[in-house]
């Protein structure tokens, strides 16, 4: 690949400058990943306001999902090609006219045509603004801008709902993108007056038409798979097959085409490091158990013990405490600590939180929900600087974006697989655990006639009794089938720890080019 041989990257900024560099490229990060999940929240009003069912409703979230998948691996060549600064400030711009074209809507379709524009051009924004942050620092102090980087990363998932959810109550739905406009608008003046002058080198490749258009193909029937297969009972329809079948051909000819074209969309070269692949491997898995994980906790809380959404979202809003407060202490010490001990830590750390969820039962009251929430803070502190760290040590400079937008790319995807993973276990094991309790209470035992009178004594119907018994069933065997998979993804977590051992990061300090790449 043609790389500057004369260009010199601009010094680190100084002083106030480096602090508003800093608070602009983080304001940037943090609009994109509140953007993943301020509409959750928001999707009963959404589909509700346009007429359609909360099924369609999903479209809204997954069309950013897939946009945004298809355009993170394209980081490294468009920023090549047009420059580092003018692309985020383009893609900056552009984010805030989908976004105003979003709230402006008029029906489902027309949202998620935008949705998916609003997606696409964010796509560089998040690799773009690590990397820039990296040359605002010096090397020494690297994996402290990585950590306060980092810091808007783990608040702004957890602001997401809560503020959709306010948002959407106290105003209207369309606020959750028009929100977007003036911190879209300042951030653009910001990053233009400070980082314009400080542009990359930028060279004319010739754009890989072929490997972009099977990365479309592949990416967006994966996806359709992904959401659509539960509905349609999976390899049971023709349509989830034929789709399965043109994601895997069409992933067999990209891997072909890329890996033999001279200036490919996507540089899959990255992977013949040994570091790039396990750390974004075991980023990538350990990125869709939590993400699985942090779907599957909401949907039990409000499915099955009563709780609101705002409620749920309270539960799960903790989180970010341990990790805002540690992840400093992770930044500052990356470079003298092996990322790979830090990394270790964080997985078993994610596992015993995972391990104490699985020990769940129907009668668990808030304080008991909210611990292993609490303690999940310090393994977030732990996993994405020092995994960033040993997958981008030792890459030069000008390949960081790409190396950043490939493994941003692989955590994306893998966020999907494992909510739609997870969901359909779920499902599965709750089906499985609901057919063994009903064996155990049939009409003829004890247990369940002595209910059966109880609850007829207390005034029901025999039907409505036989009702309130399976509603009991349907809790007991949801929690049970909810702690399977908690403690799977424990077991899971642990098995990943070996993976982090088989890198050698070439200094825990080499990683400080590192570091794009933590959401």
Not at 8 to 35: C, E, H, N
Not at 313 to 328: D, T, Y
Request: hydrophobic letters at 55%; glycine letters at 8%; one cysteine or more.
């Amino acid at each position: 690949m043609a790389n500057a041989d004369h260009y010199m990257p601009p010094a680190p900024l100084q002083g106030a400058a480096r602090g508003w560099g800093t608070l602009g490229l983080s304001a940037a990060t943090f609009m994109i990943v509140l953007d993943t999940s301020i509409a959750n929240v928001s999707l009963p009003a959404i589909a509700g306001d346009l007429s359609v069912s909360p099924n369609q409703g999903t479209w809204v979230i997954t069309s950013f999902a897939v946009a945004n998948a298809i355009a993170v691996p394209l980081t490294g060549w468009l920023s090549q090609r047009f420059g580092q600064v003018r692309l985020f400030l383009a893609s900056l711009m552009m984010f805030v006219l989908a976004s105003f074209a979003c709230g402006i809507a008029p029906n489902m379709a027309t949202l998620i045509v935008f949705r998916a524009i609003q997606g696409f051009v964010a796509g560089p924004i998040i690799p773009l603004s690590q990397t820039l942050l990296l040359s605002s620092y010096p090397k020494a102090l690297a994996g402290t801008a990585m950590a306060m980087w980092a810091m808007t990363t783990l608040v702004a998932p957890v602001m997401g709902p809560l503020l959709g959810g306010w948002l959407t109550d106290n105003i209207s739905w369309p606020w959750i993108f028009f929100i977007n406009i003036p911190v879209g608008i300042a951030t653009v003046m910001l990053v233009a007056r400070l980082y314009l002058a400080r542009e990359s080198r930028r060279l004319k490749l010739p754009i890989d038409s072929v490997g972009l258009a099977l990365l479309v193909l592949w990416i967006a029937a994966m996806q359709i798979v992904l959401d659509i297969g539960k509905e349609y009972d999976w390899f049971h329809s023709p349509l989830v097959v034929a789709l399965s079948v043109v994601a895997a051909v069409g992933f067999s000819f990209f891997l072909i085409w890329e890996l033999t074209d001279r200036h490919p969309v996507v540089d899959l070269s990255l992977f013949k490091r040994r570091n790039f692949w396990a750390g974004a491997l075991a980023t990538a898995i350990g990125y869709g158990l939590f993400f699985g994980n942090v779907v599957l906790l909401p949907l039990w809380l409000q499915q099955f013990m009563g709780y609101t959404a705002t409620q749920a979202g309270l539960v799960m809003a903790p989180v970010g405490l341990l990790a805002i407060v540690l992840s400093p202490v992770v930044g500052k010490n990356i470079g003298r600590v092996d990322p790979r001990r830090f990394a270790t830590f964080s997985f078993a750390v994610f596992a015993l939180v995972l391990w104490l969820r699985s020990r769940f039962n129907t009668q668990a009251d808030l304080f008991t929900i909210m611990v292993p929430t609490i303690v999940q803070g310090i393994a977030m502190a732990f996993f994405f600087i020092p995994l960033v760290t040993i997958t981008l040590s030792g890459i030069p400079p000008e390949r960081i974006p790409a190396a950043s937008g490939l493994s941003n790319f692989m955590r994306i995807t893998a966020g999907a697989f494992g909510t739609s993973i997870v969901t359909t276990l779920w499902e599965n094991r709750a089906a499985l655990h609901h057919s063994q309790l009903s064996e155990a209470i049939n009409p003829g035992s004890q247990a369940a006639v002595a209910t059966l009178r109880g609850l007829e004594a207390a005034g029901l119907s025999h039907q409505q009794a036989l009702a309130q018994i399976n509603r009991l069933i349907d809790q007991q065997a949801f929690m049970l089938a909810a702690n399977d998979i908690f403690y799977i993804s424990a077991l899971l977590f642990l098995a990943l720890i070996p993976l982090v051992w088989l890198s050698h990061p070439q200094s825990a300090a080499g990683g400080s080019d590192a570091a794009a790449g933590a959401h």
